[in-house]
Structure formats: structure tokens, C-alpha cells
């Protein structure tokens, strides 16, 4: 029987510790909402104003008032980017619109400058149908471009990383828009209090259709943006900003939580790029990390922990499995989420003789845009990691250790586990997707999950790792080589999908922690 854990090599540990960082980023990058926490929701002012009539639907793309929006991006203080999008007639495409946009981040984190760069062209009918799109998204110095075409019954999707290419059809019946249509959509079919909208997105950065929930709630007017604004509540894979959108049709105002986008003039919105210092201080540490109330020693050992969240106020993220169990109640306007985090001890005899096919596993089996597990250099490489084993324990251990052994803990974004396995090196999710890919060539079912690591004098850091069917669930973690995950490993989502993951979205920078027990 193998030992029960499988310990970080001395020489990766304080690099890990800046993976850990680098997860929060990953959470914001995905969704490109990356702005401000301003003085908190309490210094924001709003208040309403009699509406004397509703605004009327534009009806049409070439009815809008404007042709261009900037918006700059703030986040914790700092000014870290801004988004541009211009629309124009499609001169390539009679008879539809061609919307162009980008997005450009900046900023400074544990000293290490981050730059990333997003630009997107979507045509579209004149009721803002998307017809098709392509992009460019640049995650540190690497470029993964997207081609997408609305076909009979959903939408056929291309992806280029480095000469890799790969080409997936999403079903999906009715229209799809692009996500700008966020903005644009709710002047096109006309503003008044109660309106509701629902319709559905292609998010290209996530490769995914979203479902996208609005209600018009108020008419008002705020010392941030000028004039009178809608006020309007978004649901988007788990994420709820609300916008402002003015009588005019522009969005002035945009809110994640306390995560802010501003409408800005041209200048404004460049205007950092010029400057010598974009970041002060590294703002994800300052933001992201949940503080405890008292040191745990040795958390890489414990096998229990139990441990009070509060302000964990999204019923998705309370999650209880055979290996935590959580429980949530009400203290005044917030939750506390009582986690015990327990492991139990397994002989390897409980484990099941590979491949794996359970009917009810084959899920955790198939590929993605994240997990290329048919991917002929992923199958050859789990064949030749595995040289022949076939107890599904030990070929976890060989699995994860393996990519521990071979990946370089950086601060560098990964698309996708064949862009981890060819880059050598990535963070914490960039190891989760490489170990989740390589096990599912294996005929292991295995899922990535996202969550909560106590790493010793500082706190909680959010974190991705993974767990595998092995016969049982067991925790896996490849960035810390843990067999299984040490206790203070808290999940929280499930899923390498953007839509798993937007529910930690909401609560980044709200929670606090408090160590009720542990045990080695």
C-alpha cells in the first residue's frame, strides 16, 4: 500500500505558492471582466428618479444612437485596461453588421507584469443575429485564434493554437448572439421598468453558448456616469452584473460585485498604456486572499480540517460529496458554510482495474476544448506514462506524479492540457487540465474542481486540482504531487468550463475564515 501522501518536491514549494496567485487571475481572464473593487458598494450612489415614458426598441442595428463605445477597467484602486467595440456596415457580408472589438489588460502581480489582449470581429443580422465571428486572444506572449459559423441546429467552432487546430459543432436551436449583445440587446427590443430579456451568447474566450437572463429594474441616476441610466440585472452562467445603460442606448456603468467598468472617452481608455507604472501593488493577493483567524501548521499532512466560511452566499458553491460535507446558515444578511473536510483511508484493493466504463462515469471520460483526452499525442503520452498498468490507483499516482515531475510551476496561462503538455510548465490549472486529459485517455473518469488551499502563514488562496474514479472518488492533486489531497483542499465547483467556474465570481474577496479543527 503506497503512502497515504505524496509530498511537494522542496524545490517547487514556495514557486507553487505563486500558482496559487495566479488562479484568481484565471477566474476574472475567463470572462474578461477584470475592473475595480472602488471603496467597496457602500461608496457607490444611486438613486432613482421618475421615469416619464419607456425607451422605445431601436429595432435595429443601424437605429442605434452610436457606432462606438470605450470603457476603461479598474480593479482594488488600480486602472488595469480598457474595451473598445465599433460597428459598422459589413461590407464583406451585404445586408449584415460587422461588430469589432478588443480588450487590452495590464498589470502587476507578485512583481511580474501580466498582459493579455483579446479581439474579436462578430457579423451579425440587423436584429444582431450572430451569422459568424473570429478573434485572437493573447495570454502571455501566447496566441490562440477562433473561428465560429451559426449552422442548421447550433454553431461550428474552429480553434488555432500554435498550428494546433481543432473544430467542434455546439447544438443549440434558436438564435445566437454574440456578447456584446449584453450591451446592445435590451436598447434593440425597447427599456422600460420590469422588461425582462432572455437569450443566448456565444462566449469565444470559453468556447461555450451561454444563456443571458436581463430585467430592466430602475430608471437611475448616479455621481459615477452622467445623465439618467437603466438599471439592469444580468444572469450569465452563474455570473449577476448589473449594467447601466443609458436613454441613448450606451452602456455607462457596469458592476461585478464591487469589480467595476466605466464608460470612457478614447484618451481615457489608452491613456495607461503611456504610463510608467500601471500597478502600484499586486492586487490579487490584496483581493483574493481569505485571511483565518489562526495559523494551521503542517496543513500539507492533515487529514480532517473543519472550517467556517462566511460569506459564501452561492448555494452552488456548498458542496458536500463522500469527501467534505458542508452545511450553510443564515447570520444576518450573509451565510457561514461550516466545511469538515475528512479523509478516509482506502486499501488498494477498492480500486478498479482499468478502463473504467461505468455508464454513469462516461461523462468525465470525453473531451472538451480545455481537455483534448482524444488527442493522439495525449493517448501516447498517458500509454507511455502508464507502460502497462492497469490498477487505476497506481496508474493515478503515475499519472500525477508524472506531471508534477515535468511541469514547471509558471506564471503563465495554458489554454487548454495540450498547450500545458507542449509549453511544459503553467499553473495550478494548467496542471489540473494536463492530469485531467491524460487520465481520461487512460480510461480513468476524472473532473477538474476549483476551490480553496490553506498554504501556511498566509491563509486560503483559490486553487484548481482534480478527482478521479477510481473505484471511490479520490482527490488528486498534480501542482502539490498529493495522493490524496491534503484536508485543507475546500471544493467549491466542478468543471473545466467557464459556467462551473463563474459562481466563485461572486464572491472573490467577501469571504472570511475560521478554523474550528484539524487533525494530522
Not at 479520490?474 to 462551473?500: M, W
Request: with cysteine; hydrophobic share 40%.
Amino acid at each position: 500500500m503506497p503512502a497515504p501522501f505524496l509530498y511537494p518536491r522542496s524545490g517547487k514549494r514556495m514557486e507553487r505558492r505563486k500558482d496559487l496567485y495566479q488562479r484568481a487571475w484565471n477566474l476574472w481572464l475567463i470572462i474578461g471582466v477584470s475592473t475595480m473593487a472602488l471603496w467597496g458598494c457602500t461608496g457607490l450612489y444611486f438613486h432613482r428618479i421618475p421615469l416619464e415614458k419607456a425607451s422605445p426598441p431601436v429595432g435595429v442595428i443601424s437605429n442605434l444612437a452610436f457606432r462606438e463605445q470605450w470603457q476603461g477597467f479598474f480593479w482594488y484602486g488600480e486602472k488595469i485596461g480598457f474595451s473598445h467595440f465599433r460597428i459598422e456596415e459589413a461590407d464583406d457580408l451585404p445586408g449584415s453588421f460587422k461588430i469589432s472589438s478588443e480588450a487590452v489588460f495590464r498589470f502587476k502581480m507578485l512583481g511580474i507584469k501580466k498582459e493579455s489582449f483579446f479581439k474579436e470581429v462578430d457579423y451579425v443580422t440587423s436584429d444582431l443575429r450572430l451569422l459568424r465571428m473570429h478573434g485572437e486572444q493573447k495570454l502571455d506572449g501566447k496566441m490562440r485564434r477562433v473561428e465560429a459559423v451559426v449552422v442548421d441546429g447550433g454553431i461550428r467552432v474552429k480553434t488555432e493554437t500554435e498550428g494546433r487546430r481543432t473544430e467542434r459543432q455546439i447544438p443549440v436551436e434558436g438564435p445566437i448572439y454574440p456578447s456584446v449583445a449584453q450591451y446592445l440587446y435590451p436598447p434593440l427590443k425597447g427599456m422600460d421598468i420590469g422588461r425582462r430579456y432572455r437569450y443566448r451568447i456565444f462566449n469565444s474566450q470559453d468556447l461555450s453558448v451561454m444563456e443571458v437572463n436581463q430585467r430592466v429594474l430602475a430608471f437611475k441616476q448616479s455621481d459615477l456616469f452622467d445623465g439618467p441610466a437603466f438599471e439592469i440585472k444580468t444572469e450569465v452562467s452563474g455570473i449577476n452584473p448589473k449594467l447601466w445603460i443609458n436613454t441613448r442606448g450606451e452602456m455607462v456603468f457596469e458592476m461585478v460585485g464591487v469589480l467595476i467598468t466605466a464608460k470612457e472617452d478614447e484618451h481615457s481608455a489608452k491613456r495607461f498604456i503611456y504610463e510608467s507604472s500601471l500597478s502600484k501593488k499586486d492586487i490579487l493577493l490584496d483581493y483574493s486572499l481569505v485571511k483565518v483567524d489562526r495559523t494551521i501548521p503542517n496543513p500539507r499532512s492533515l487529514r480532517l480540517l473543519h472550517v467556517r466560511l462566511k460569506g459564501l452566499d452561492e448555494p452552488a458553491l456548498v458542496v458536500s460529496d463522500e469527501r467534505q460535507r458542508a452545511r450553510i446558515k443564515k447570520e444576518g444578511d450573509t451565510s457561514v458554510v461550516e466545511f469538515i473536510v475528512s479523509l478516509e483511508k482506502r486499501d488498494e484493493k477498492d480500486s478498479l482495474m482499468l478502463p473504467i466504463s461505468k455508464r454513469e462515469y462516461v461523462r468525465f471520460l470525453q473531451p472538451s476544448f480545455q481537455i483534448e483526452s482524444g488527442n493522439t499525442e495525449i493517448i501516447q503520452r498517458a500509454k507511455a506514462i502508464l507502460d502497462g498498468e492497469r490498477n487505476s490507483l497506481m496508474a493515478v499516482e503515475k499519472l500525477a506524479h508524472w506531471v508534477s515531475d515535468n511541469m514547471e510551476d509558471a506564471l503563465v496561462e495554458s489554454f487548454s492540457a495540450l498547450d500545458a503538455l507542449h509549453r511544459k510548465k503553467g499553473e495550478c490549472q494548467a496542471h489540473a487540465y494536463l492530469y485531467t486529459a491524460l487520465c481520461r485517455a487512460a480510461g480513468i473518469p476524472t473532473r477538474v474542481v476549483s476551490g480553496l488551499v490553506y498554504m501556511e502563514e498566509m491563509g486560503f488562496l483559490y486553487h484548481a486540482w482534480a478527482e478521479s474514479f477510481i473505484g471511490y472518488w479520490i482527490a488528486v492533486d498534480p501542482t502539490f504531487d498529493q495522493i490524496p489531497a491534503d484536508a485543507t483542499h475546500i471544493k467549491l465547483a466542478e468543471g473545466e468550463g467557464f459556467h462551473h467556474l463563474s459562481p466563485l465570481v461572486n464572491v472573490i474577496g467577501r469571504l472570511e475564515a475560521t478554523v474550528v479543527d484539524y487533525k494530522p
